[in-house]
């Protein structure tokens, strides 16, 4: 597509409930990436991908937290057992190669809240 | 430890009136540092990458600078729309992920 695309771009869950969130990259980039934006802080790396395998991810805060990617393009982030400190916006990006130095092309993210 | 910090948190300007951003950091390497608009409501859109001190890259009214610790980001004569937050970004050696510092919140008013 022509740009990267989040869905759904606003989510209310119950604590305790589990979420999926999708990214949809452009096409023909091999390198994903998963950033989470509270309010007031900075970006806050999640998890990259290269393809369909996740060299790292390390910024995954806990295990309710997981990510996957098929077919080396769309990538679901999903959080078990939500929390309240969960709440955030969550961004996806994309770059053509894999050092991300060609700049990332960030989604407009889905914003979370827990209640 | 790896750190990015913006400064100032906010910034209001008068249309025309120029003014500088600051993002000063500390990694043990530098791959590139990366600046970002990011307006309400939108992911972070990217503006430029520099890569080593001394470099500078212009776009439209804005003009990036680097040194071996710090970055710049000049907006020359800004307008209304160039009211966003910027962020800026780093990426250490032999790494792929940015460290994002927290922004600074520009506002200009016509």
């Known amino acids: 597509g022509a740009g990267v695309s989040q869905s759904p771009s606003n989510k209310v869950t119950e604590k305790g409930k589990d979420v999926e969130l999708r990214c949809d990259p452009i096409?023909?980039?091999?390198?994903l990436y998963w950033y989470r934006q509270s309010l007031g802080q900075g970006l806050e790396f999640l998890i990259y991908?290269?393809?369909?395998?996740?060299?790292?991810k390390s910024g995954l805060p806990s295990d309710r937290f997981s990510a996957e990617r098929t077919g080396g393009s769309v990538s679901t982030l999903t959080i078990q057992r939500t929390q309240q400190e969960d709440s955030a916006v969550y961004l996806c990006?994309?770059?053509?190669?894999?050092?991300?130095?060609?700049?990332?092309?960030f989604g407009s993210g889905t914003r979370l809240t827990v209640v | 430890e790896d750190q990015v910090t913006q400064s100032p948190e906010a910034l209001r300007l008068q249309e025309g009136e120029s003014s500088s951003l600051n993002c000063s950091y500390t990694?043990?390497?530098?791959?590139?540092l990366f600046w970002y608009r990011q307006d309400p409501g939108k992911g972070p859109e990217f503006l430029f990458t520099?890569?080593?001190a001394g470099e500078e890259k212009e776009k439209e009214r804005l003009k990036a600078t680097l040194t071996k610790k710090e970055s710049f980001l000049h907006i020359t004569a800004p307008k209304p729309e160039d009211s966003a937050t910027y962020l800026c970004?780093?990426?250490?050696?032999?790494?792929?992920?940015?460290?994002f510092g927290s922004g600074t919140r520009l506002l200009v008013r016509p």
């Open positions: 990006a994309s770059s053509y190669r894999g050092t991300g130095m060609d700049g990332y092309t």
């Open positions: 096409s023909g980039h091999t390198a």
């Open positions: 991908f290269q393809g369909n395998s996740a060299p790292d």
């Open positions: 990694v043990s390497g530098l791959r590139g």
């Open positions: 520099l890569y080593s």
């Open positions: 970004a780093v990426c250490e050696d032999s790494s792929y992920k940015l460290i």
